[in-house]
């Protein structure tokens, strides 16, 4: 089956902790992207990446870093520096450059308390 | 800045309506549009892209259409089913730059 992954689904931490969510794809897609989903609120970009050993910053950066090593994986660590971390987050990819369709995986809800 | 609103935040009706969502951007100039549905605590279904030089995309039931002067997007929804409660999302990416931008979201319930 050709798709995004997300792992884990549920992820709980406590405040102070660095927490790595991973991303995989197997659609061979160039581009990859990290976002935010908070109730009641649209999704936001935190970082997304169009071509390995390259990625830029979305509008919410802060308190987030990520690297993109293969075409076919884009974690994200969200950092201690991260004023407010429980979220859903969810991963998404498309072809190359330029505006094409995006893809989404499941998504991962972290709770830091 | 480019802001993104859909209307209403939620609906309910019963099966077998015909139904509209609606979706405003205050920037005219988008390269794309795309409509999402989402059900609860799961990721993102791609439904419709519409490419700004396109007015309307249709898959099976689902009909969106693109104003690209009034800053408008609609999703028709045909004979409307249960199974079609979700919350559905439009975005817009401006310009080349890949960046989907989102509204908050319509939350749809059908009843039987």
């Known amino acids: 089956d050709g798709g995004i992954t997300q792992s884990p689904k549920y992820l709980f931490r406590k405040e102070g902790q660095n927490v790595t969510l991973s991303c995989e794809q197997n659609?061979?897609?160039?581009?990859m992207y990290w976002y935010r989903q908070d109730p009641g609120q649209g999704l936001r970009l935190i970082y997304y990446s169009q071509i390995v050993n390259d990625f830029q910053k979305g509008d919410i950066a802060e308190g987030y870093s990520v690297s993109r090593e293969k075409k076919e994986s884009f974690p994200l660590t969200v950092t201690s520096a991260q004023k407010n971390p429980t979220a859903f987050y969810l991963c998404?990819?498309?072809w190359g450059q330029g505006p094409y369709e995006q893809y989404f995986g499941p998504g991962t809800r972290l709770t830091v308390t | 800045k480019q802001e993104v609103t859909q209307i209403p935040a939620a609906l309910s009706v019963p099966e077998g309506e015909n139904l509209v969502l609606n979706c405003s951007f205050t920037?005219?100039?988008?390269?794309?549009l795309q409509w999402f549905r989402q059900d609860p605590g799961k990721g993102l279904t791609s439904l419709l892209l519409i490419q700004s030089s396109q007015r309307e995309q249709t898959s099976g039931r689902l009909n969106a259409s693109l104003d690209k002067s009034s800053g408008r997007s609609t999703l028709y929804i045909a004979a409307s089913q249960p199974g079609d409660s979700a919350t559905y999302l439009c975005?817009?990416?401006?310009?080349?730059?890949?960046?989907?931008?989102f509204g908050t979201g319509t939350r749809l319930q059908v009843f039987p």
């Open positions: 659609l061979n897609h160039d581009a």
């Open positions: 975005a817009v990416i401006i310009g080349r730059t890949d960046k989907l931008i």
């Open positions: 920037d005219s100039a988008i390269y794309n």
């Open positions: 998404a990819s498309s």
